[in-house]
């Protein structure tokens, strides 16, 4: 090992847990602590105003500016008694970050001193000269003027010294900048939707709210092996290492033990993220070694989202204060599994009816079965822009490898729910028809059997697997902002749903009763989404075949599947919801083009100095030693017998100055295959250069390096190896 290997391997294998005091309290009581809830909101807001506050969460009511100085007073006392200082709008651009921009809580008093100040109008919007964020072009950046603005639905908290409020970013002309003002106006048009074939069945119901639950998956190394690993540190993956001799072959890490430093990393985690408000709940091991676990109670989908932002956030701090970091990268290391974040998704009514659940009754059950067909068609016809809506640079190293789902979406049912769509699709129209006019609502439908979910009918390969009262997207990667997969899944639905609607209306004009004109459309839509249900093996061959047959989405390269955002369907989608229109999409497009280059082209750089600056002369400083012995062999034994002894050797050195010319001679092409990329303007075709020329190097190049790294010296080799980096806690 060299030495700077051998310290920081050392150093890691002897850390101990840091230690993480309990607070004396129950989780119950510290729950929200910092947290600006209902609770604080009645302690610290007049009751007129608390009361007009609730109605603009609950209801989406107007926000009466009036009340907006109140509001901040209340929360200004409140932060202030935590010792904040601070305040910032807390927003998410279209990097897979968060943005802030602190500012403290004093103004000039007009006598020469200082007062603290938050007014309503500091709550409510603040112009951002954001023009370096991404944008898209939307806006050029002598015109940079952007505003964020408070969206009350998701609650104020504290974090430090600072009052973060969530905000949306937009530009000045209108158009969003970031994900949270389309995932709000996704919401709404799902709710819309929603509620609206709601009344078919409750009439009561006045609203239906989308819930996501993540589960995120994360890895964590060492935080001296990671900082001797550059590739790491600049790229969030390691771009060479041969796989360890043993690595998840037998499956001994998934729900394991959890060792003593991850543990209480978990805790500290835990703590922090229950006094914000985040309902964690499970942990534990995943596949891969070093690789795990954390999921809340899911939520409402908005604050669902704020809440993993936060927690990865939360994550990397709390990481760093146990000597680890965090990798939410999903592929960080080639050959063991990488990391998603299943997003389990359903809607629900207001009158707490599960929509994606099965009843008891058979309307009940008509009413489950409408939702899920519904979601299947909005999955089916939008099935290329839920893959977009999940894919990235990094995310593309997950789907189609043996671990993930497969980069086709399609949907697993289970048997049971199987079967009663096909008993439906089966019966006859005059059957249904009949019965539906003779009796109401309160009538049997023979179609629809009682319904015993079983929630062990799993299928790990399929990216949208129907789970029992829920469906479970789970081709999202850990990296990502579930906003872009809740933004095209919500409003695919909206609009599906908008659409079944007027159809169903439609008949019903004609006179058709209702439970028939119902079944009618729902019998079309079993047979027209058929393509989309698949619960065989998503990593067979034979699938990718089939799934091409059936006019699935099948395209691998990211790139290209980004032109889903433009397709015209799509287009209608979003614009017919009012979600993004088609200046925003495309915006929004040229952004994930870019993003897409830039990563990839820090990939080759990190590479390139590498391969320059470690692998190539260590690989040589080792190919001399050996050329050295070669040479004294023979000064010791006769001719023949040193060329026998040093065959070997000279083999060896061989094989070395053919991997390491292959490497000069890739990286060389690789810097100019570069060149050629970068004169190109059109983000999208600049980005294709990148996907397909360039990336394939980066694997070809590795290939040569892993070799290196089996053959050379492990007292030289200065990185530290996948052995290490995975397998000291
Ligand atoms: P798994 O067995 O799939 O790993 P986990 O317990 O890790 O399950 O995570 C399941 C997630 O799904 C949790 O966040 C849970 O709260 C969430 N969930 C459960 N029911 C629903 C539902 N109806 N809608 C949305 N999310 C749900
Ligand atoms: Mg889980």
């Not at 935590?82 to 927003?91: A, D, E, I, M, S």
């Not at 002598?142 to 600072?162: I, K, L, Q």
């Not at 839509?525 to 998503?538: H, T, V």
């Not at 390096?705 to 050379?712: A, F, G, Q, T």
Request: with cysteine.
């Amino acid at each position: 090992m060299s030495k700077l290997r051998f310290n920081v391997v050392e150093q890691a294998f002897h850390k101990k847990p840091v230690e993480v005091v309990s607070p004396e309290k129950r989780p119950s009581e510290y729950f929200g602590k910092y947290v600006f809830n209902r609770e604080k909101m009645f302690k610290y807001l007049p009751s007129k105003v608390y009361a007009k506050l609730v109605d603009v969460i609950d209801n989406g009511a107007n926000l009466d500016r009036s009340i907006a100085d109140e509001v901040a007073k209340g929360m200004k006392k409140w932060a202030m008694e935590l010792g904040v200082t601070h305040y910032t709008h807390w927003f998410q651009p279209l990097t897979e970050g968060t943005a802030e921009k602190h500012d403290a809580f004093v103004e000039h008093d007009g006598k020469g001193g200082m007062l603290e100040e938050f007014s309503g109008k500091l709550l409510v919007q603040q112009e951002a000269d954001g023009s370096s964020f991404p944008n898209g072009g939307v806006r050029n950046t002598f015109e940079a003027r952007g505003y964020s603005a408070w969206d009350p639905s998701s609650p104020v908290f504290v974090v430090d010294d600072t009052l973060c409020i969530p905000t949306i970013f937009i530009a000045y002309t209108g158009e969003s900048l970031d994900y949270k003002a389309p995932l709000l106006k996704a919401l709404r048009a799902v709710n819309k939707a929603a509620v609206d074939v709601c009344h078919y069945f409750n009439t009561d119901v006045k609203k239906v709210v989308a819930y996501l639950g993540w589960e995120q998956e994360y890895f964590l190394v060492d935080e001296g092996l990671y900082a001797a690993r550059p590739d790491l540190l600049l790229t969030g993956r390691t771009l060479m290492g041969h796989e360890a001799s043993k690595n998840q072959q037998l499956e001994d890490h998934y729900f394991g033990a959890i060792p003593p430093r991850v543990a209480a990393f978990m805790k500290d985690l835990e703590i922090q993220a229950l006094e914000l408000g985040i309902p964690v709940k499970t942990r534990h091991n995943e596949v891969a070694p070093n690789q795990f676990e954390l999921a809340p109670i899911y939520e409402e989908c908005n604050l669902a989202v704020d809440h993993n932002m936060l927690i990865m956030s939360l994550m990397r701090k709390i990481a760093r204060n146990h000597g680890f970091r965090v990798l939410l990268h999903e592929k960080p290391f080639k050959g063991i599994n990488g990391s998603g974040k299943h997003n389990n998704w359903s809607l629900g009514t207001d009158t707490g009816i599960l929509l994606m659940a099965p009843g008891k009754t058979s309307e009940e059950n008509l009413r489950f079965i409408t939702f899920v067909v519904n979601t299947l068609m909005a999955v089916y016809r939008h099935n290329g822009l839920l893959k977009a809506s999940i894919m990235s640079a990094t995310n593309a190293h997950r789907l189609g490898a043996h671990e993930a789902p497969p980069a086709i979406i399609s949907s697993f049912l289970g048997t049971q729910l199987s079967k009663v769509l096909d008993h439906m699709e089966d019966s006859s129209t005059n059957e249904l028809a009949s019965l539906g006019s003779k009796q109401s609502m309160r009538l049997d439908i023979p179609q629809i059997p009682e319904l015993l979910i079983d929630n062990t009918d799993r299928n790990r390969t399929s990216p949208f697997a129907f789970t029992g009262n829920r469906f479970e997207f789970r081709a999202v990667g850990s990296e990502a902002n579930c906003a872009s997969a809740m933004i095209a899944l919500n409003t695919a639905v909206a609009e599906q749903l908008t659409l079944f609607k007027k159809e169903v209306d439609t008949l019903i004009e004609q006179g058709e009763p209702k439970i028939s004109a119902l079944i009618h459309v729902i019998r079309k839509y079993i047979k027209a989404c058929k393509p989309i249900r698949f619960d065989g093996n998503g990593y067979s061959e034979e699938w990718q075949q089939e799934a091409a047959r059936r006019g699935l989405d099948c395209e691998t390269s990211c790139p290209v599947i980004f032109d889903n955002y433009l397709k015209p369907e799509t287009i209608q989608m979003f614009e017919s919801t009012n979600v993004m229109n088609r200046k925003e999409l495309k915006a929004r497009n040229e952004v994930k083009w870019d993003t897409y280059t830039k990563k990839i082209q820090i990939e080759a750089r990190v590479l390139g100095d590498l391969v320059m600056n470690h692998i190539v002369p260590v690989a040589i400083e080792y190919q001399s030693k050996l050329v050295d012995n070669v040479y004294k062999m023979k000064s010791i034994f006769p001719e023949e017998e040193a060329k026998k002894l040093s065959a070997e050797n000279v083999a060896i050195i061989k094989r070395i100055a053919e991997h390491t010319a292959f490497i000069k001679e890739k990286v060389d092409a690789m810097v100019e295959a570069r060149k050629v990329a970068n004169k190109i303007t059109e983000e999208r075709e600049k980005a294709i250069a990148y996907h397909d020329n360039i990336e394939p190097m980066l694997e070809e190049i590795r290939y040569h390096i892993d070799k290196l790294e089996l053959i050379v010296d492990d007292q030289m080799w200065t990185l530290p190896k996948y052995r290490e980096l995975l397998f000291i806690r």
